[in-house]
């Protein structure tokens, strides 16, 4: 695939980037990061380790700079974060003498103002009415924790911020499982709303803001690494299902459940430390089309082995598809090169 393909021939881009493993987990990713914020770091590091290896190994057999400009992109995140922890780590001075907290009510302007701030369980949004430097109403408009912890704990602070009219640390976070980190949550979310109505209150850069919603997230919790682990399961079956649905004659690879009865029936059976035909169909199903046809020279087509599968695999019916994939693929990258020389 080649940068100027998008332009030339779309149609043959988006073809041909959704046969590449590479590009679909890539597109996995990112569904992830949009659906975790909290998850983009883990992300990010995750495709950043499994990018070098690849490309590094791309490297040492072809020269392929792929992994040149990946340590580029690494280099300009490093500066990027330097940029924005600069930034952060200056307006946090600066909101010092600006706090809400305590007698810092008196810089909050009358009004309603609504804050969010990270729970147990995820965003807790909050809006505060604040009036003669008192704040008079607290309604919490979004809350996904616990009602145990909610009841015990928020709504006790929630009680005492308002009869004393302004924000103070609590004395206790509370015996519940996850109670401190909901009213962490719940604290943030209150000093987040009542610092809108403060003016003049110092603000992340742009850049900074943007930089690291996209990159970074917030910290990862265990509700993110669960939620990763089940998305990633998912996106394994699917991946799985994926990959011979849009490659041609590789559909039935899918259903093998490696009971190698043919393995036991071919005359061959090991070629290379790959078991034949199983290996063979395995590898079909990841897609290493290039593989089967390398081992394919060791299969002398007697057919034992579509005589013994229960669901009709055999050897000769994946190392016919994986040729026909590699064909195609082939065309594909000749019509590739004829309309780049054009
Ligand atoms: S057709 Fe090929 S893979 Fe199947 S049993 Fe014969 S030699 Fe083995
Ligand atoms: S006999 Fe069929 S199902 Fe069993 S391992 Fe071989 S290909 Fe898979």
Redesign the pocket.
């Known amino acids: 695939m080649t940068w100027s393909m998008p332009l030339h021939d779309p149609l043959l881009f988006l073809r041909e980037a959704l046969r590449t493993r590479g590009v679909r987990l890539s597109i996995y990713l990112i569904i992830a990061a949009a659906i975790f914020p909290s998850s983009r770091f883990i992300l990010l590091l995750c495709l950043g380790v499994a990018l070098a290896v690849v490309w590094t190994r791309d490297y040492l057999r072809t020269g392929s700079r792929k992994v040149l400009y990946l340590g580029a992109a690494v280099l300009l995140l490093i500066v990027g974060y330097a940029v924005a922890w600069v930034n952060v780590t200056g307006v946090d001075e600066l909101r010092v003498a600006k706090s809400p907290w305590g007698s810092g009510i008196d810089l909050v302007a009358d009004g309603t103002y609504i804050g969010q701030g990270e729970g147990f369980r995820g965003p807790i949004t909050v809006q505060v009415e604040v009036k003669d430097h008192r704040i008079i109403g607290i309604q919490t408009l979004d809350y996904p924790d616990l009602i145990s912890v909610k009841d015990n704990e928020i709504a006790k602070f929630r009680e005492e911020v308002l009869a004393k009219g302004r924000l103070e640390t609590p004395p206790d976070r509370g015996m519940y499982r996850g109670a401190g980190l909901t009213l962490t949550g719940y604290i943030n979310a209150l000093e987040s709303a009542l610092s809108k109505g403060i003016p003049d209150y110092p603000r992340y850069s742009f850049f900074s803001r943007m930089f690291l919603s996209a990159f970074i997230g917030t910290a990862p919790d265990r509700v993110t690494l669960n939620s990763l682990a089940i998305l990633f399961a998912v996106f394994l079956v699917f991946e799985y299902a994926l990959q011979s649905m849009i490659t041609v004659g590789t559909g039935r690879s899918i259903s093998c459940y490696n009971c190698a009865t043919?393995v036991g029936?071919?005359?061959?059976k090991e070629a290379e430390g790959v078991q034949?035909?199983m290996g063979?169909v395995l590898l079909t199903r990841l897609g290493n089309y290039e593989r089967v046809m390398e081992l394919s020279k060791?299969?002398?087509?007697?057919?034992?082995?579509?005589a013994k599968c229960p669901i009709g695999n055999?050897?000769?019916l994946v190392i016919s598809a994986a040729f026909l994939a590699c064909r195609e693929l082939m065309k594909e990258k000749a019509l590739r090169e004829q309309t780049e020389t054009s």
């Open positions: 043919c029936a071919c005359p061959i034949i035909p063979l060791y299969c002398v087509g007697c057919g034992r082995c579509a055999s050897g000769p």
